[in-house]
């Protein structure tokens, strides 16, 4: 069974903190790593991919991937209250075979 | 990104009736699109992916014969909610495959059709 796992959350901070998301992920031979955002009542965006380990920047935005540990996280620098969102990791195996996790709730806090 | 529209982005409709979702791909080709179903306050649920040219692959526990999927085209899919019943009421959210602005392949998702079943 190739599962993700994440907190459900909800994981609160205050604004202009950073949250600090994880993901966790069974398959070892797992080879590509996202992260969704998804507001209320509207569907999934890609906000972040990551392929290799180590950190990748974009924005207030940090993927950082551990493929030894089998994890990836989302650092979200100066939180604000509309980063409130569900955030979705992803894990590709080789081909197209998604895996998402069930998502962590996050609410920054103003 | 790629770009992925879905239509109509609301239903509501009678018990019994049948409601049918569109999901384009509008600036790319998709061989494969993928159907979700989401509850409120839940986690994405996979029902099928959609493969062009041929049958859908259903997952486990959702009824092929109730969940018609037809991707006729490279940029076209349609789920076919049959029969509907108010426990069919969901929210529906297409994704495919694209590249990224990296020219790397990951799932864009349309934006979404709500569907309530009076």
């Known amino acids: 069974q190739k599962e993700v796992e994440q907190n459900s959350g909800p994981l609160s901070v205050p604004e202009g903190a950073i949250a600090s998301l994880n993901c966790t992920y069974s398959d070892r031979g797992s080879q590509s790593f996202f992260w969704y955002r998804q507001y209320s009542g509207k569907s999934p965006e890609l906000i972040m991919s990551?392929?290799?380990?180590g950190d990748k920047e974009d924005g207030r935005f940090t993927a950082q991937l551990n493929k030894a540990s089998q994890y990836v996280s989302l650092l979200i620098r100066d939180s604000q209250p509309s980063d409130s969102a569900t955030y979705l990791c992803a894990v590709a195996l080789a081909g197209q075979n998604f895996v998402f996790g069930p998502g962590t709730r996050l609410s920054v806090l103003p | 990104g790629a770009v992925v529209s879905q239509h109509p982005s609301w239903v509501i409709c009678k018990s019994g009736t049948s409601v049918k979702i569109e999901c384009r791909s509008l600036d790319f080709q998709a061989t494969t699109m993928f159907w979700y179903r989401q509850f409120p306050k839940q986690s994405l649920m996979l029902m099928a992916t959609?493969?062009?040219?041929?049958?859908?692959?259903?997952e486990q526990g959702v009824e092929k014969d109730k969940f018609l999927i037809n991707h006729a085209s490279l940029t076209l899919s349609t789920l076919t909610v049959t029969s509907a019943h108010p426990e069919d009421s969901s929210f529906y959210i297409c994704?495919?495959?694209?590249?990224?602005?990296?020219?790397?392949?990951?799932?864009?998702f349309g934006p979404g059709t709500r569907l309530l079943v009076l």
């Open positions: 959609s493969n062009e040219g041929s049958k859908a692959t259903y």
């Open positions: 994704s495919a495959f694209g590249k990224t602005s990296g020219g790397q392949e990951t799932q864009y």
């Open positions: 990551i392929y290799s380990n």
